[in-house]
């Protein structure tokens, strides 16, 4: 890297870098299982320390989304293998558009990759009002033919800035067609004002704040320059945000 592209601080350096590695693991088949840690680290880094990138550093991650839309396995496969990196442009951006895909695919008949979703979509919450998606829709079309793996969806519209009148009524009207028991109890117990487990999305953002701070560590061990914003404190920034909870209620 020359010195005209060399990031100004090692928050950017660890953007780049993973940014780099991520897009080398593309196409590598079987998907290296470090690539969601390297796409969620971006993610993270987006979400919760955004003064720390450089406008190149910006413009790279997007010319990474627009190059591998591009490709002709976009269309079958490669699309829900970048959802954090549609998370991150719409933190760093607030395009709404950016997380379009993410959420018109919540309901996807392959439960694994509905749930892949959830973890990109709520990096994004602070920022995004999920009553201008398709987000209740989206979850109803899994609940009514009863699509196991809805938990998550339920964490997401706990954890998201609605008005407590409308969560409501989106929860009586999920209990109202929820097709199986484990939905309805879950509706019914958000609805008493009980919690909801959110172990699946904070464990995936717990391992992102692990290899971020190991990404740090090897940061500090070459000397880089010091942060103006250190991993640490972007941790403590991180802890702030509701789906970072063991679990959610209303």
């Not at 009586?172 to 067609?177: C, G, P």
Request: proline residues 6%.
């Amino acid at each position: 890297m020359s010195s005209i592209d060399a990031p100004a601080n090692p928050i950017d350096h660890i953007f780049r870098t993973q940014l780099k590695a991520f897009v080398s693991g593309l196409e590598q088949q079987p998907v290296p299982e470090v690539q969601d840690l390297r796409a969620g680290t971006l993610a993270f880094i987006a979400a919760f320390a955004p003064e720390a990138l450089s406008a190149t550093s910006i413009k790279l991650l997007a010319d990474t989304r627009a190059r591998s839309r591009s490709w002709e396995s976009f269309q079958t496969e490669l699309w829900w293998r970048i959802p954090f990196l549609d998370a991150a442009l719409f933190n760093l951006c607030h395009d709404i558009e950016d997380m379009r895909i993410v959420i018109e695919n919540l309901s996807h008949r392959t439960r694994g990759i509905r749930t892949h979703l959830f973890a990109p979509l709520g990096l994004a919450l602070p920022r995004l009002d999920l009553d201008q998606t398709n987000f209740a829709q989206r979850m109803a079309e899994n609940l009514d033919p009863g699509h196991l793996g809805n938990d998550q969806g339920f964490c997401i519209l706990l954890a998201s800035d609605m008005p407590l009148a409308r969560k409501r009524a989106i929860l009586e009207h999920w209990h109202s067609i929820a097709a199986n028991d484990h939905d309805r109890e879950r509706a019914e117990r958000a609805l008493s004002g009980l919690h909801v487990e959110n172990h699946t999305i904070q464990n995936a953002y717990l391992l992102i704040a692990l290899h971020l701070a190991e990404c740090a560590f090897t940061s500090q061990r070459d000397a880089l320059p010091l942060f103006s914003i250190t991993p640490a404190e972007m941790i403590d920034r991180a802890k702030g945000h509701p789906l970072m909870q063991p679990s959610l209620c209303l």
